[in-house]
């Protein structure tokens, strides 16, 4: 078992930028696959980033490339987004979550086994 609590989200205005943390415990989580998605009221959850267990390979959805980074430190049991030129379309909660497959890095919800709680992105105009 691996429990993930996001940490980093508030209120930033247009522009701005935030870094969401995402800190495991339970288990290490430096052999699980990783990534970031979203889900604004009333609309599914939306995949964001993810990133190999070994840092070595990433993806990411287009609405974000370019402006989202997504990283982990596996000494610190972390992983994190960093969200530059925050727009008020990012306003959401957002969601770490963990794979624990050996496979590539994949993109959906359902391939993804541990979620943490969310932590509330808000991005004002």
């Known amino acids: 078992q691996v429990q993930l609590v996001e940490s980093g989200g508030g209120l930033v205005q247009a522009g701005g930028s935030l870094r969401l943390s995402c800190a495991a415990s339970?288990?290490?989580?430096?052999?699980?696959?990783t990534g970031w998605f979203r889900q604004a009221p009333g609309k599914e959850r939306e995949f964001l980033a993810t990133?190999?267990?070994?840092?070595?390979?990433?993806y990411y959805a287009d609405s974000v490339k370019g402006r989202f980074t997504i990283s982990r430190d596996n000494a610190k049991n972390t992983v994190y987004l960093q969200m530059n030129s925050l727009k008020p379309e990012d306003t959401a909660v957002y969601y770490c979550?963990?794979?624990?497959?050996?496979?590539?890095?994949?993109?959906?919800?359902?391939?993804?086994?541990?979620w943490g709680q969310g932590t509330q992105v808000t991005v004002s105009s």
């Open positions: 339970g288990r290490t989580l430096s052999r699980y696959n």
């Open positions: 990133i190999s267990w070994s840092g070595s390979s990433t």
């Open positions: 979550a963990a794979d624990r497959q050996k496979r590539p890095p994949r993109m959906g919800v359902a391939d993804y086994d541990y």
